[in-house]
T-cell receptor
Framework: GAVVSQHPSWVICKSGTSVKIECRSL??????MFWYRQFPKQSLMLMAT?????????EQGVEKDKFLINHASLTLSTLTVTSAHPEDSSFYICSARRTGTPNTGELFFGEGSRLTVL | GQQVMQIPQYQHVQEGEDFTTYCNSSTTLSNIQWYKQRPGGHPVFLIQ?????EVKKQKRLTFQFGEAKKNSSLHITATQTTDVGTYFCAGPVGYDKIIFGKGTRLHILP
């Protein structure tokens, strides 16, 4: 089956620093990847849609300059939380869809990255 | 905007009892997907329904897509402890996005 790897699984950083989270599709190409934020016991909040070779599309209310997304290849998207603050602490999850599948096709999720900002 | 609503938010059932979660969309959906997220884990795709009135089964799980393609349900027969988790429905929006319902957290009482 399709595997999406997300790294790091957890990270603790000081307030004001930046953190990069990687999302890789290991055995398939993904033109489109998605980034979500999930608070404890809550649903998946879509943050942005990441498209290979183009700018990400951010959801309303998500700060582009704070959550930098780069999708430089068909197997890698990165999310950088810049100048992190304690309120940015959360569980961040990525998902990917196989290139060539319908735009409503199955999503494969990474394992998630738990960010704690001190 | 388009919304996908899911109820109930929480469900506690005795092991062996049945469980159902319901999903409703504010608009007609071309398809609907269901995902399961175990505690501490990530969502895993369960199934996709496409046809009006479609019913699909996976062992003890029965998935149904409404005739109007605006609602769906997931029914689990004779729940087991391995069924614990949060079940999300998800529907397409626009060209390539998929939006998720808030999920139903299932807790099994031994």
């Amino acid at each position: 089956g399709a595997v999406v790897s997300q790294h790091p699984s957890w990270v603790i950083c000081k307030s004001g620093t930046s953190v990069k989270i990687e999302c890789r599709s290991l055995d398939f190409q993904a033109t489109t990847m998605f980034w979500y934020r999930q608070f404890p016991k809550q649903s998946l909040m879509l943050m942005a849609t990441s498209n290979e070779g183009s700018k990400a599309t951010y959801e309303q209310g998500v700060e582009k300059d704070k959550f930098l997304i780069n999708h430089a290849s068909l197997t890698l998207s990165t999310l950088t939380v810049t100048s992190a603050h304690p309120e940015d602490s959360s569980f961040y999850i990525c998902s990917a869809r196989r290139t060539g599948t319908p735009n409503t096709g199955e999503l494969f999720f990474g394992e998630g990255s738990r960010l704690t900002v001190l | 905007g388009q919304q996908v609503m899911q109820i109930p938010q929480y469900q506690h059932v005795q092991e062996g009892e049945d469980f159902t979660t319901y999903c409703n969309s504010s608009t007609t959906l071309s398809n609907i997907q269901w995902y399961k997220q175990r505690p501490g884990g990530h969502p895993v795709f369960l199934i996709q329904l496409v046809k009006s009135g479609e019913v699909k089964k996976q062992k003890r799980l029965t998935f149904q897509f409404g005739e109007a393609k605006k609602n769906s349900s997931l029914h689990i027969t004779a729940t087991q402890t391995t069924d614990v988790g949060t079940y999300f429905c998800a529907g397409p929006v626009g060209y390539d996005k998929i939006i998720f319902g808030k999920g139903t957290r299932l807790h099994i009482l031994p």
